[in-house]
C-alpha cells in the first residue's frame, strides 16, 4: 500500500544539491570561469529542485551567448503557442570568426578531402514535453562548455562545433512543468499515487495538437519540426542526440539497440562499428557514476522518422538516451526514491560522453560518413528502378504536398517533360513529377517511395512501414529504363487558381483538389447556398465543353439570399485563398448527366463538429483530426471532455466525432446520443469507437469479425511469449482498399483502389445491405509493412468504412484512422467527406427492407 512520505532522503537530498551542485554534478572538474553564471544561480534554485520553465531555459541560453565568446545563439523559429526555438552554437571564438567557412568545408567533406575541420555534432533534448530530466541537463552541459577551463573542454572548443538544442518541444514541456511545479510539495511526496506523477489528460508529452514529434521527422507536419529540419540540412551533423525518459523502475539505456530492428538500407557500419564503439564510452562514464544501464533491448532504428534515426539516413549517427523517469521531484521505485536530479544527472553524463567518443573517435566518423555515400551511391547505381514518378492531375494541391515534403528532405525532384504513360497510368507535363533514384540522398528517395522492406525481426516499437507516396496516395510507377526529366524543382510548389469571371447564372467548382473542402468550408460559413452533384454531369459554354464528376459544387445565383455582386465578390475571395478555379456558368442546361436544376444535386449544410475528448480517449488521433480541420480546413471543433457530456446540448450540433480510445459513458449519456443520432445527427467513429458503436447498438444491425475461439494454442516456452505475442499486433502497415467513389465518402476520387493505413485491431464484418458497405479491404490487401499470418484473414474483405441509417441520422464507421500523424493526404478526404456529406447521405435499403 502507498503511504505520502516526508523523505528525509529527499529532503537531505534538496539541501545538499543547493550548496553542492558542482560536487554532484561535475565532481572532477574544478576549472570554471567566474564570469559565466551557473544555472543555479542566473535561475535561483538548484537544478533538480524545480521543473524549469521554458522561457527561463531562453533567457540562460542568450545569457551565455551574451557572456561569453564560445556561444552563439540562432533562432530557429517558433511553436504554434509562439515559444521560441532556438539553438546555441558553442565553439571557440577563433571557429566562430569562420564559422560558415567551417560549415561550407564540413558539409564537402563526404565528397572529398576539406581539410582539417572541427568537428561538428548535435546535442538535442525534451521532444517529450514530461520527459523533463534532458533540458535541466541540457543547461548543465551548455554551462559546462561555455565556462570549463579545463584543457580538454578547451581542446573541444577547438576542435568542434557544438549545436546544442535545448528544448525540442517547448509547448509539451511547459504544459507538464506547469504541472509538476503547480503540485509539489515542500515536504516532497513520492508516492507513485500522488497528483503530481499523474498527468490528466492529454498530458505533456505532445505539442500543440497532441502530436507526438519524436514521429514527425520524415513527415515534417508542425513547424518545431520544419524548423529543425531546416536547421540539420544546414549543418548535417555527425552526431546527434536524442534524451528520453522511461518507466520509474527501469534504469538508463543507451545505443547500440535492438540488433534485429537496425533500418535494412541503412549501411551496416553504423551497426556494427560505430554504436558498439560509443557504447563502450557510455559504459565508462555511467560507471564512473555509479549508475545502472542497459543496451541492445527495447528500441529499435526501423523507423525514419525519430529524432536518433533520422541523421542515419544520411551518413551520420543518432544516438538515444532513454531515463527512469521521476514524474515530478521524487518517485518512490522497487529500490530506494528516484530523485529528479539523479535523472538530470545521467542525462548530462551522456551529453559529455557524447562530446568525448565524438572527438576521440572523429576519424571513425569521417570514415563512416565517406563510406556511407560511397556504399548508397553504388546502391544507387545497381538498383533496377532508375526513378520514380508521380503526380495526380486532378489534385494539384496534394501532388504539391508531397514535392514539397520531399524537397524540405533535400531530394531532387524534376518536372515531367513530356506526357508519357508508366504501369497503366498517364503523368501529365506540368502535373507529374520524376525523382531519380541515382541522387546524393538515394535513401530518403527509397524510404519516400519504397513499401517492401526486409525484416529480420518481427516485433516493432513503431511502424513497420512509412511509403510516403501512398500516405499521399498519388498515382505513381516505377522507371526501369532511361529517365527523361525536365527542369529541376529549385522552390517549393504554390498552387495558384484562375481569375474567376462573373456569372449570372451560377458557378461551378470541380471537388477533386484538397483544398476543396477548405473551399467549401468557406463558402457555407459565408453563408452561401452551395449542392454537392451526386452524379457526373458535363456542360458547354461559350463553346467550351467541360467535364465535372461527383462531388462538384454547384452555386447557383438565385438560390442565394446575397445579391450577385457580393457573391461573385466571395467567390473570388474564396477561389484565391484555396487555390481552387471555380467556373462561371450561363446555363443550367448540361449536355450530359442531369441538370444544374437537377435534384442529382443536394443541399451541404454547414458541419458543426462536436469531439469527444478526455481520460482514454487516443490524444494523438484526437489532436489528429483537430489539426487538420484547424490548420488545413480553418474550421473550429468543440472539443469537450467525456466529463461534461452530461451538460451538452446536442441540438447544438450536427456531426460527432469519436476517434479510437475506451468510452464508458453512462447509461444516460448513451441513451442521449442514441437520440441525438435517430434524430438526425451524424456520427463518425474511428477504430475502438466503431467497435463501441456496434456494441452499444448506434450500427444497426452490423457486426465485428468473429474471433476464432476454438483453435488451440500451440504449447511455447515462456521466453518465446514477447516474440510471439507481440508479433500478432499490427503496429502499423498499408493496405488496399476498393472505394465505392459513387458514394458521397467518395467524392473528389477518381480511383477506386485507395492506400490506406492501420495500426489497430479493429475488424468489421461487411454490412448485410450492399450499398453500405463503402470502402472494402481487398482479398490480399497488404501493399507495405509486417502483417502476422493470424491477422490476414481478419482483414481480408472485411470492411473498411460503414455507413448505417439510424432513425433520421446516421453511424459511419471507420475500421483505421484516416488522419493517421497528419501525413495520409490520401485518406482525409475520406473523413472530411463523411463531416460535410454525411448529414445528406441516405444509403439505400436492399429490396424487402423498409
Known amino acids: 500500500m502507498y503511504k505520502f512520505i516526508f523523505s528525509f532522503i529527499g529532503l537531505l537530498f534538496m539541501t545538499s544539491v543547493a550548496v553542492a551542485q558542482a560536487d554532484y554534478f561535475y565532481p572532477t572538474e574544478k576549472s570554471f570561469n567566474p564570469a559565466i553564471p551557473t544555472p543555479e544561480k542566473f535561475l535561483g534554485y538548484p537544478i533538480g529542485s524545480h521543473h524549469t520553465r521554458h522561457d527561463k531555459v531562453v533567457e540562460y541560453i542568450k545569457e551565455l551567448g551574451k557572456l561569453s565568446d564560445r556561444v552563439v545563439v540562432k533562432e530557429i523559429g517558433y511553436t504554434i503557442e509562439h515559444r521560441l526555438q532556438q539553438v546555441a552554437i558553442i565553439t571557440s571564438p577563433a571557429n566562430h570568426q569562420r564559422i560558415?567557412?567551417?560549415?561550407?568545408?564540413?558539409?564537402?567533406?563526404?565528397?572529398?578531402d576539406a581539410g582539417n575541420v572541427?568537428?561538428?555534432?548535435?546535442?538535442?533534448?525534451?521532444?517529450?514535453?514530461?520527459?523533463?530530466?534532458?533540458?535541466?541537463?541540457?543547461?548543465?552541459?551548455?554551462?559546462?562548455?561555455?565556462?570549463?577551463?579545463?584543457?580538454?573542454?578547451?581542446?573541444?572548443?577547438?576542435?568542434?562545433?557544438?549545436?546544442?538544442?535545448?528544448?525540442?518541444?517547448?509547448?509539451?514541456?511547459?504544459?507538464?512543468?506547469?504541472?509538476?511545479?503547480?503540485?509539489?510539495?515542500?515536504?516532497?511526496?513520492?508516492?507513485?499515487?500522488?497528483?503530481?506523477?499523474?498527468?490528466?489528460?492529454?498530458?505533456?508529452?505532445?505539442?500543440?495538437?497532441?502530436?507526438?514529434?519524436?514521429?514527425?521527422?520524415?513527415?515534417?507536419?508542425?513547424?518545431?519540426?520544419?524548423?529543425?529540419?531546416?536547421?540539420?540540412?544546414?549543418?548535417?551533423?555527425?552526431?546527434?542526440?536524442?534524451?528520453?525518459?522511461?518507466?520509474?523502475?527501469?534504469?538508463?539505456?543507451?545505443?547500440?539497440?535492438?540488433?534485429?530492428?537496425?533500418n535494412p538500407i541503412v549501411p551496416p557500419y553504423l551497426y556494427n562499428v560505430v554504436y558498439p564503439k560509443y557504447g563502450e564510452y557510455f559504459a565508462r562514464a555511467m560507471n564512473s557514476i555509479g549508475s545502472q544501464y542497459y543496451t541492445k533491448e527495447s528500441y529499435d532504428?526501423?523507423?525514419?522518422?525519430?529524432?536518433?534515426?533520422?541523421?542515419?539516413?544520411?551518413?551520420?549517427?543518432?544516438?538515444?538516451?532513454?531515463?527512469?523517469?521521476?514524474?515530478?521531484?521524487?518517485?518512490?521505485?522497487?529500490?530506494?526514491?528516484?530523485?529528479?536530479?539523479?535523472?538530470?544527472?545521467?542525462?548530462?553524463?551522456?551529453?559529455?560522453?557524447?562530446?568525448?567518443?565524438?572527438?576521440?573517435?572523429?576519424?571513425?566518423?569521417?570514415?563512416?560518413r565517406r563510406d556511407f555515400?560511397?556504399?548508397?551511391?553504388?546502391?544507387?547505381?545497381?538498383?533496377?528502378?532508375?526513378?520514380?514518378?508521380?503526380?495526380?492531375?486532378?489534385?494539384?494541391?496534394?501532388t504539391n504536398a508531397f514535392v514539397n515534403l520531399l524537397r524540405m528532405h533535400r531530394v531532387d525532384v524534376y518536372n515531367v517533360s513530356k506526357t508519357f504513360s508508366a504501369n497503366?497510368?498517364?503523368?501529365?507535363?506540368?502535373?507529374?513529377?520524376?525523382?531519380?533514384?541515382?541522387?546524393?540522398?538515394?535513401?530518403?528517395?527509397?524510404?519516400?517511395?519504397?513499401?517492401?522492406?526486409?525484416?529480420?525481426?518481427?516485433?516493432?516499437?513503431?511502424?513497420?512501414?512509412?511509403?510516403?507516396?501512398?500516405?499521399?496516395?498519388?498515382?505513381?510507377?516505377e522507371i526501369r529504363g532511361a529517365v527523361t526529366k525536365g527542369e529541376l524543382v529549385k522552390e517549393?510548389?504554390?498552387?495558384?487558381?484562375?481569375?474567376?469571371?462573373?456569372?449570372?447564372?451560377?458557378?461551378?467548382?470541380?471537388?477533386?483538389?484538397?483544398?476543396?473542402?477548405?473551399?467549401?468550408?468557406?463558402?457555407?460559413?459565408?453563408?452561401?447556398?452551395?449542392?454537392?452533384?451526386?452524379?457526373?454531369?458535363?456542360?458547354?459554354?461559350?463553346?467550351?465543353?467541360?467535364?465535372?464528376?461527383?462531388?462538384?459544387?454547384?452555386?447557383?445565383?438565385?438560390?442565394?439570399?446575397?445579391?450577385?455582386?457580393?457573391?461573385?465578390?466571395?467567390?473570388?475571395?474564396?477561389?484565391?485563398?484555396?487555390a481552387v478555379d471555380i467556373t462561371s456558368v450561363s446555363t443550367g442546361f448540361n449536355t450530359k448527366g442531369p441538370d444544374l436544376g437537377s435534384n442529382a444535386n443536394q443541399a451541404v449544410e454547414k458541419p458543426k463538429p462536436l469531439m469527444i475528448i478526455g481520460q482514454g480517449v487516443s490524444g494523438y488521433e484526437a489532436g489528429e483530426a483537430w489539426h487538420l480541420l484547424d490548420q488545413r480546413i480553418g474550421m473550429s471543433i468543440t472539443k469537450v471532455d467525456e466529463s461534461n457530456l452530461g451538460r451538452v446540448d446536442f441540438t447544438n450540433y450536427n456531426v460527432l466525432v469519436m476517434v479510437g480510445g475506451q468510452y464508458n459513458f453512462s447509461k444516460p449519456n448513451v441513451e442521449k446520443i442514441k437520440a441525438w443520432v435517430q434524430s438526425g445527427g451524424t456520427l463518425?467513429?474511428?477504430?475502438?469507437?466503431?467497435?463501441?458503436?456496434?456494441?452499444?447498438?448506434?450500427?444497426?444491425?452490423?457486426?465485428?469479425?468473429?474471433?476464432?475461439t476454438t483453435k488451440i494454442a500451440k504449447r511455447a516456452d515462456f521466453d518465446e511469449a514477447r516474440q510471439i505475442e507481440g508479433a500478432k499486433s499490427v503496429g502499423g502497415s498499408i493496405f488496399q482498399v476498393d472505394l465505392d467513389i459513387t458514394n458521397p465518402i467518395g467524392f473528389g476520387f477518381t480511383d477506386r483502389k485507395v492506400s490506406v493505413y492501420r495500426n489497430g485491431t479493429t475488424y468489421i464484418q461487411p454490412s448485410k445491405n450492399p450499398y453500405s458497405t463503402v470502402a472494402q479491404y481487398a482479398s490480399n490487401p497488404l501493399i507495405g509493412g509486417y502483417l502476422h499470418a493470424s491477422n490476414k484473414s481478419k482483414i481480408a474483405n472485411s470492411a473498411a468504412i460503414l455507413i448505417v441509417r439510424n432513425g433520421q441520422g446516421k453511424t459511419i464507421m471507420f475500421s483505421d484512422n484516416p488522419n493517421f500523424r497528419g501525413t495520409w493526404y490520401g485518406t482525409n478526404k475520406l473523413f472530411l467527406n463523411a463531416l460535410f456529406f454525411g448529414p445528406i447521405i441516405n444509403p439505400p435499403a436492399p429490396a424487402g427492407e423498409h
Open 100 to 112: 560558415d567557412d567551417i560549415r561550407q568545408k564540413h558539409l564537402q567533406q563526404a565528397k572529398g
Open 118 to 262: 572541427p568537428l561538428i555534432i548535435h546535442l538535442g533534448y525534451n521532444v517529450h514535453g514530461n520527459e523533463p530530466s534532458s533540458t535541466e541537463s541540457a543547461m548543465l552541459t551548455a554551462y559546462y562548455l561555455t565556462a570549463s577551463e579545463s584543457e580538454e573542454t578547451k581542446k573541444w572548443m577547438n576542435d568542434m562545433v557544438i549545436l546544442l538544442d535545448p528544448v525540442y518541444n517547448p509547448d509539451g514541456r511547459d504544459r507538464h512543468t506547469s504541472w509538476a511545479n503547480m503540485h509539489k510539495a515542500e515536504a516532497l511526496v513520492a508516492d507513485p499515487l500522488d497528483r503530481e506523477h499523474t498527468e490528466v489528460w492529454p498530458g505533456g508529452r505532445t505539442n500543440h495538437y497532441w502530436f507526438d514529434l519524436n514521429r514527425d521527422w520524415i513527415l515534417g507536419i508542425h513547424p518545431e519540426s520544419r524548423n529543425r529540419i531546416e536547421f540539420f540540412h544546414t549543418w548535417r551533423p555527425y552526431v546527434m542526440t536524442d534524451h528520453h525518459e522511461m518507466g520509474t523502475n527501469s534504469t538508463f539505456y543507451f545505443d547500440p539497440g535492438m540488433n534485429s530492428s537496425n
Open 301 to 368: 532504428k526501423l523507423y525514419p522518422g525519430y529524432g536518433s534515426s533520422y541523421v542515419n539516413f544520411y551518413g551520420g549517427a543518432g544516438f538515444l538516451f532513454e531515463q527512469a523517469s521521476s514524474r515530478g521531484h521524487l518517485q518512490e521505485t522497487r529500490t530506494k526514491d528516484l530523485t529528479f536530479a539523479f535523472t538530470i544527472r545521467n542525462q548530462f553524463t551522456a551529453s559529455l560522453a557524447t562530446v568525448r567518443a565524438s572527438i576521440a573517435e572523429k576519424d571513425m566518423l569521417l570514415k563512416m
Open 373 to 398: 555515400y560511397t556504399t548508397t551511391a553504388s546502391q544507387a547505381k545497381a538498383n533496377p528502378v532508375k526513378a520514380y514518378v508521380f503526380g495526380d492531375a486532378a489534385d494539384a494541391s496534394r
Open 424 to 477: 497503366g497510368k498517364t503523368f501529365e507535363s506540368g502535373k507529374a513529377f520524376v525523382v531519380p533514384t541515382e541522387q546524393e540522398n538515394y535513401l530518403l528517395v527509397r524510404t519516400a517511395f519504397e513499401k517492401d522492406i526486409t525484416y529480420v525481426d518481427s516485433l516493432f516499437y513503431d511502424a513497420s512501414t512509412w511509403s510516403l507516396v501512398h500516405a499521399f496516395n498519388l498515382p505513381h510507377a
Open 492 to 578: 517549393n510548389l504554390v498552387k495558384t487558381s484562375a481569375p474567376v469571371t462573373k456569372a449570372n447564372y451560377a458557378y461551378v467548382m470541380e471537388f477533386t483538389d484538397y483544398q476543396s473542402h477548405k473551399a467549401l468550408y468557406q463558402l457555407l460559413d459565408a453563408k452561401v447556398f452551395v449542392k454537392t452533384a451526386f452524379k457526373p454531369f458535363s456542360l458547354t459554354d461559350n463553346g467550351a465543353t467541360k467535364n465535372f464528376g461527383r462531388g462538384s459544387l454547384v452555386i447557383a445565383v438565385v438560390d442565394q439570399k446575397m445579391d450577385a455582386d457580393k457573391l461573385y465578390e466571395t467567390l473570388q475571395s474564396v477561389s484565391k485563398d484555396c
Open 684 to 708: 463518425i467513429t474511428l477504430k475502438s469507437a466503431s467497435e463501441w458503436a456496434i456494441k452499444q447498438g448506434l450500427a444497426g444491425k452490423e457486426k465485428l469479425v468473429a474471433v476464432d
